[in-house]
Nanobody, 123 residues
């Protein structure tokens, strides 16, 4: 079992930056792939990026590639999402998720989810 708690969301102007954190509890964090997803009002959940258990592999959605970076610190049981050059269209609730298997862009492949943190980007 893995419990996930996101933090770091807030209101930022377009062009600004935020760093989200996802703190995990449970013994399996260091062997889990982690993903970030987001959901804007009236829209479906959208893949943002994923990282493998060691941090050696990351994969991003085209919409955030070059602006967002995922990293993890297994000693702290935490995964991060650094978001730069934010745009109003990045406004959403951001969720982290843990997968028992390999990193993936399909939300259905993830086993545990956090409660989400709101990110609002003003123009």
């Amino acid at each position: 079992q893995v419990q996930l708690v996101e933090s770091g969301g807030g209101l930022v102007q377009a062009g600004g930056s935020l760093r989200l954190s996802c703190a995990a509890s449970g013994r399996t964090f260091s062997s889990s792939a982690m993903g970030w997803f987001r959901q804007a009002p009236g829209k479906e959940r959208e893949f943002v990026g994923t990282i493998n258990y060691s941090g050696s592999y990351t994969y991003y959605a085209d919409s955030v590639k070059g602006r967002f970076t995922i990293s993890r610190d297994n000693a702290k049981n935490t995964v991060y999402l650094q978001m730069n050059s934010l745009k109003p269209e990045d406004t959403a609730i951001y969720y982290c998720a843990a997968a028992k298997t390999c990193p993936h862009s399909d939300w259905a492949r993830y086993d545990y989810w956090g409660q989400g943190t709101q990110v609002t980007v003003s123009s």
